[in-house]
């Protein structure tokens, strides 16, 4: 089955750099990948995701990309500000019916002021 | 705007106990999840559940089963709950293939089993 591994476990960032996570997953039918945002105390919310046919997504601040040879896809956050704080999750399906999305264990962002 | 609740946010339960946790959602949505949280373990998924009736196993499945006689309601279920079982069920639903595959979560149930 699916397996998805993520890192770093824990990152601080000073407020305005840039912060990056990295996912690899090991089944090469995965094709969706997404990204889920949890803050504390709060569920977890889809904030971006990605889709095999495609290399890179933007949306205003974050982007993720992929590399589907590697089998490994990015988060990456520029211009960090205090709500970025929070624990992230990547994800990887293939999309068919009965298949089960696995996430990885989490990074917990911590934007420094 | 979706909907998906849990209808329990804290429970506490003793070693042994039979417990019910249910998950209903208002989107109509096909597929519905049960995970499970720990602290740097991440989301791990317990059973799914595609169509009524239907369920497959996720990675972690012993020691518990589900329920789906409806198609807005998916149940978790322990049938001895043991203290290994204490932590945080979140229940999650999503449109089935061909639609977007964002996943809707619940705020989470909270079990202590003692």
């Known amino acids: 089955g699916e397996n998805v591994e993520q890192h770093p476990s824990t990152l601080s960032v000073q407020e305005g750099d840039s912060a990056v996570i990295k996912c690899t997953y090991s089944?090469?039918?995965?094709?969706?990948f997404p990204w889920y945002k949890q803050e504390l105390g709060k569920r977890p919310q889809l904030i971006i995701d990605?889709?095999?046919?495609?290399g890179e997504k933007k949306d205003q601040r974050i982007a993720v990309t992929l590399n589907k040879t590697a089998k490994h896809f990015s988060l990456h956050i520029t211009e960090t500000q205090p709500e970025d704080s929070a624990v992230y999750f990547c994800a990887a399906s293939r999309r068919n019916r009965d298949d089960k999305i696995i996430f990885g264990k989490g990074t917990r962002l911590h934007i420094l002021p | 705007d979706v909907k998906v609740t849990q209808s329990s946010r804290y429970l506490v339960k003793r070693t042994g106990e039979k417990v019910f946790l249910e998950c209903v959602q208002d989107?109509?949505?096909?597929?519905m999840f049960w995970y499970r949280q720990d602290p740097g373990l991440g989301l791990r998924l317990i059973y799914f559940s595609y169509d009524v009736k239907m369920k497959e196993k996720g990675d972690i499945p012993e020691g518990y089963s589900v329920s789906r006689e409806k198609k807005e309601r998916f149940s978790l279920i322990l049938e001895s709950a043991s203290t290994n079982q204490t932590s945080m069920y979140l229940c999650?639903?999503?449109f089935g293939t061909g639609r977007t595959g964002e996943l809707f979560f619940g705020e989470g149930s909270r079990l202590t089993v003692l």
């Open positions: 999650a639903s999503s």
């Open positions: 989107m109509d949505h096909e597929n």
């Open positions: 990605i889709r095999s046919n495609v």
């Open positions: 089944d090469s039918a995965s094709n969706y």
